[in-house]
T-cell receptor, first 114, second 114 residues
Framework: QKEVEQDPGPLSVPEGAIVSLNCTYS??????FMWYRQYSRKGPELLMY????GNKEDGRFTAQVDKSSKYISLFIRDSQPSDSATYLC??????????????FGTGTKLQVIP | DSGVTQTPKHLITATGQRVTLRCSPR?????VYWYQQSLDQGLQFLIQ???????AKGNILERFSAQQFPDLHSELNLSSLELGDSALYFC?????????????FGPGTRLTVL
């Protein structure tokens, strides 16, 4: 079983829809939770980062973490065609040296149709 | 533009050959990470350097090696290349080792092994 599971999609939604992207994890030591967006043929870029359980909002994006269920989500409101990309969840836990080791999900491909 | 540069953008080579990928981190970043991304495996962490020293190792094959130079640029060497090594190779940098929220990715090098 992978430490981080993410549905690869693809997920197609009409413009203006609310998108929900999800990841589950098995390692209870994960402390930091991140979402990256990756456009085709580009490097991933950090979208959201959170440490605690609960919601964090940034514009049209909301990151949600439920540590008790080992489940994280990214919500995109009023989705736009420019949101079409692959979204990767990532989470980190301290290694034996106390430094954060990051594990990425495989990514969900999102297509927002005009 | 993340500030991380990678060269070359594309590389086509034959099995059994050796190639070198180069990465220049963002100004001021001391930590460099290398990742491999293939369609079926997602983003796989290979190795991390911090201020010239190897900090953490991931799923890096023995045929692969890396180093970080005094000017903080890094090179990833891939030898005895196999068809399965065809992938996107990303470099990321951050200010401090293990900082989960501050990894900035370069545009990647697309390696094709024929």
């Amino acid at each position: 079983q992978k430490e981080v599971e993410q549905d690869p999609g693809p997920l197609s939604v009409p413009e203006g829809a609310i998108v929900s992207l999800n990841c589950t994890y098995s390692n209870s030591a994960f402390q930091y939770f991140m979402w990256y967006r990756q456009y085709s043929r580009k490097g991933p870029e950090l979208l959201m980062y959170t440490y605690s359980s609960g919601n964090k909002e940034d514009g049209r994006f909301t990151a949600q973490v439920d540590k008790s269920s080992k489940y994280i989500s990214l919500f995109i409101r009023d989705s736009q065609p420019s949101d079409s990309a692959t979204y990767l969840c990532a989470m980190s836990a301290p290694d034996s040296g106390g430094y954060q080791k990051v594990t990425f999900g495989t990514g969900t491909k999102l297509q927002v149709i005009p | 533009d993340s500030g991380v540069t990678q060269t070359p953008k594309h590389l086509i080579t034959a099995t059994g050959q050796r190639v070198t990928l180069r990465c220049s981190p963002r100004s001021g970043d001391l930590s460099v990470y290398w990742y491999q991304q293939s369609l079926d495996q997602g983003l796989q962490f290979l190795i991390q350097y911090y201020n010239g020293e190897e900090r953490a190792k991931g799923n890096i094959l023995e045929r692969f090696s890396a180093q970080q130079f005094p000017d903080l640029h890094s090179e990833l060497n891939l030898s005895s290349l196999e068809l399965g090594d065809s992938a996107l190779y990303f470099c990321a940098s951050s200010v401090v080792a293990g900082a989960a929220d501050t990894q900035y990715f370069g545009p990647g090098t697309r390696l094709t092994v024929l």
